[in-house]
């Protein structure tokens, strides 16, 4: 069995991405890991090369600056990515996701339990979805709470943007993949970056989705939407929890909940009730 993992990134150092981090992760996994690396306006090309690691294949790419529709170019760099790989199975992180090393043993054992089952074209992961500081998650609906990123590399599929996969069924039309529980966690740090770096994060991407960049003053999210972590991150994060994420965050008390806040706080009613979950599946599951 050969696992191939993939992703694009650029300006990562500038934008506050712990890439090396999400990499290295994934190295304990993969027997290969391709990189979609486009012109960037720091190191991050030269601090890729520096991970030495034979089984890292980086492809340069140039970004089309034209492409402002709903974060199709970020599509267009996953793919240039994906479309490399030779592995069984094709492994997507993005730059602000990284494994537990505690994972990573069933994790592997998994891929190869389901390696001969068609029936199953994607894994799909839990999700951490930090907010404000590493001591809070984002609990509500309206963060997925599971997405697919582990796909079955003989399966034709495209990326309509950066997220999710959309198998093609028969040529005729798109669907999401059929999927098993992966049975492990992603860490998404993308909401944990300092101020100044996300301000630049939001001004940069939202070119690419054809609106001008939202108003970021500090991080402020509905107090009923989150919680305090209560695990540990995974050892590879030590230093960047240290030395780059923001460390003082406490959810906002005077608050006011908007229209969709106030909607997800009675579909979190609804969910404690009744066990139901109303977050965004980009996946159909057909195995536990």
């Known amino acids: 069995m050969l696992v191939s993992g993939f992703t694009f990134v650029r300006n990562g150092t500038m934008l506050g991405y712990p890439y090396e981090e999400s990499i290295r992760s994934a190295l304990a996994l993969c027997d290969e890991f391709v990189i979609a690396v ?23 790419t140039t970004w089309n600056e034209k492409m402002a529709d709903r974060g199709y170019v970020y599509a267009q760099q996953k793919m240039i990515a994906q479309f490399n790989c030779r592995g069984d199975w094709a492994f997507y992180l993005e730059g602000d996701e990284v494994l537990h090393e505690a994972d990573l043993p069933a ?35 309206g963060w997925y709470r599971r997405a697919p990123r582990i796909i079955r590399n003989s399966v034709r599929n495209y990326s309509p943007d950066g997220l999710f996969f959309v198998v093609m069924d028969k040529n005729k039309r798109g669907r999401y993949p059929r999927a098993a529980l992966a049975g492990a966690t992603i860490y998404h740090y993308g909401h944990v970056r300092p101020h100044q770096r996300m301000q630049e994060k939001l001004r940069q991407v939202s070119r690419y989705w054809g609106h001008q960049p939202p108003a970021f003053d500090a991080y402020a999210i509905d107090p009923l939407a989150v919680r305090r972590f209560a695990g540990n991150h995974p050892a590879i994060m030590a230093d960047w929890l240290t030395n780059e994420a923001e460390r003082e965050f406490t959810p906002p008390l005077q608050y006011r909940p908007t229209r969709r806040d106030r909607r997800h706080r009675v579909l ?7 066990g139901l979950d109303f977050s965004k599946k980009h996946f159909h599951l057909v195995r536990k």
């Open 38 to 60: 486009g012109k960037s306006d720091d190191d991050t090309l030269e601090r890729l090369r520096a991970i030495g690691d034979p089984r890292l294949r980086i492809i340069e």
């Open 107 to 141: 994790l592997r054992e998994r891929l190869l339990q389901l390696r001969n089952d068609p029936e199953v074209e994607s894994l799909v992961f839990d999700y951490h979805h930090f907010y404000g500081s590493p001591q809070w998650v984002a609990v509500s609906p």
């Open 268 to 274: 979190m009613h609804l969910e404690r009730w009744f």
